[in-house]
C-alpha cells in the first residue's frame, strides 16, 4: 500500500483522529490512544501497528517486517512493516484492523461509551 492508500484506510475506521508527531509521521488514534502510524521511518509507505502476542511472534521474522523500534524494545507488541515483500495490502488491513479493535478494546468503558463502541 502507499503512503496516501495507508493514510485512507487508517482515517475511515469510526471514531479514528489523526495527528502527525515525531518527525511528520501520521499518528493514527482512537479514544486518545494510537493504533497504527505510517510513515515513522526513512521510507514513506512505512506502517508501524498493534499485535497479538502470537502475531508479534509470527511478524517478527517475516521479510520486511520488524518489531517496530522503540516500542517493542520497552516489551510493547508493535510490529512495523519498513520494506518489501512485507503484507499483502489485504493482510496489512486485517492487521490494521486488529490494532484498532484492541487498542479500542482496552479504552474505558466510559470512553468507549463515548464514542457509541
Given at each position: 500500500m502507499?503512503?496516501?492508500e495507508l493514510?485512507?484506510?487508517?482515517?475511515?475506521l469510526?471514531h479514528a483522529?489523526h495527528?502527525v508527531?515525531?518527525?511528520?509521521?501520521d499518528v493514527?488514534k482512537?479514544g486518545g490512544k494510537?493504533?497504527a502510524i505510517v510513515?515513522?521511518?526513512?521510507?514513506?509507505?512505512?506502517?508501524?501497528?498493534?499485535?497479538s502476542?502470537?502475531?508479534?511472534e509470527?511478524?517478527?521474522?517475516?521479510?520486511?517486517?520488524?518489531?517496530?523500534?522503540?516500542m517493542a524494545?520497552?516489551?510493547?507488541k508493535?510490529?512495523?512493516?519498513?520494506d518489501?515483500?512485507g503484507?499483502?495490502?489485504?493482510?496489512?488491513?486485517?492487521?490494521?484492523?486488529?490494532s484498532f479493535?484492541?487498542?479500542?478494546a482496552?479504552?474505558?468503558?466510559?470512553?468507549r461509551a463515548?464514542?457509541?463502541?
Amino acid at each position: 500500500m502507499t503512503h496516501d492508500e495507508l493514510n485512507s484506510f487508517c482515517a475511515a475506521l469510526p471514531h479514528a483522529t489523526h495527528v502527525v508527531q515525531w518527525g511528520n509521521a501520521d499518528v493514527y488514534k482512537i479514544g486518545g490512544k494510537m493504533f497504527a502510524i505510517v510513515g515513522m521511518a526513512d521510507t514513506s509507505a512505512t506502517v508501524t501497528f498493534k499485535t497479538s502476542d502470537l502475531a508479534f511472534e509470527i511478524l517478527s521474522d517475516s521479510p520486511g517486517l520488524r518489531p517496530a523500534p522503540y516500542m517493542a524494545s520497552r516489551g510493547l507488541k508493535w510490529i512495523q512493516q519498513f520494506d518489501t515483500p512485507g503484507l499483502s495490502d489485504e493482510s496489512l488491513r486485517d492487521h490494521i484492523r486488529a490494532s484498532f479493535d484492541m487498542v479500542a478494546a482496552g479504552l474505558t468503558a466510559k470512553r468507549r461509551a463515548t464514542l457509541g463502541l
